[in-house]
């Protein structure tokens, strides 16, 4: 119920401030198992994939914010859990692979961090663990444009990744988090504007 009131309201307000247009919100599946994975620029780019998405998204977020007093109550409402950062989480793996598994639809941005720059950095791990460990199908997403006000921000869903060129080699995890990378930055280099 908060998560559908909070995605309306941020979603008036983020589109009267940010004039966001979506590209590819088709390639989303409708049902199963879904993974979208997205370059990092803002504390915003959370709310923002939440509300162009035609599915209900759950976030990982660090495992910081569930402390503080607003948002410790906020979170787990609008379907984000926590991950503890620099370290292999056994409970929020467990947790998104069981997301997963119910047909969910978890949202990662595997760089962990945001971009200083605004350029898509190396990606983590566990992009690629959660892909790999379920039966997923994945969603490459770009966000692009600097957050100015009544400036357009695009976010472009791309079509779901085929890892075929890695099931001969026997990936581990970074490989096919780097697969993933190379599909975002692809969006990116692709829809500059």
């Known amino acids: 119920m908060l998560y559908t009131f909070a995605k309306y ?7 009267f401030l940010y004039r966001i ?3 590819g919100k088709e390639n989303i599946p409708k049902q199963g198992p879904v993974i979208i994975c ?3 620029i803002s504390n915003f780019d959370p709310p923002v994939v ?5 599915r209900v ?21 609008i379907n984000a859990f926590p991950v503890k950062r620099g370290m292999r989480d056994r409970n929020a793996l467990r ?13 990662l941005f595997p ?28 969603i490459p997403c770009a966000i692009i444009g600097d957050y100015e006000r009544f400036k357009p921000l695009h976010v472009v869903y791309g079509k779901p990744i085929e890892f075929k060129s890695l099931e001969a080699d026997n990936p581990r995890a970074q ?12 969006l990116l280099e692709e829809n500059k504007k």
């Open 9 to 15: 309201l941020v979603w008036f307000i983020f589109k």
């Open 111 to 138: 760089e962990g961090t945001r971009s200083k720059d605004g350029h898509l950095q190396k990606g983590l791990a566990g992009a690629g663990f959660f892909a790999m460990r379920s039966n997923a199908t994945v």
């Open 57 to 77: 998204i759950h976030f990982m977020a660090k495992e910081e914010l569930f402390e503080k007093k607003v948002l410790g109550f906020l979170l787990p409402r």
């Open 175 to 186: 490989d096919v988090t780097d697969e993933i990378m190379a599909n975002i930055q692809i």
């Open 38 to 40: 997205s370059n990092h």
């Open 95 to 107: 947790q998104g692979l069981e997301l997963l598994e119910n047909g969910g639809t978890l949202g």
């Open 21 to 23: 247009k979506i590209h």
């Open 50 to 54: 939440g509300i162009t998405s035609p």
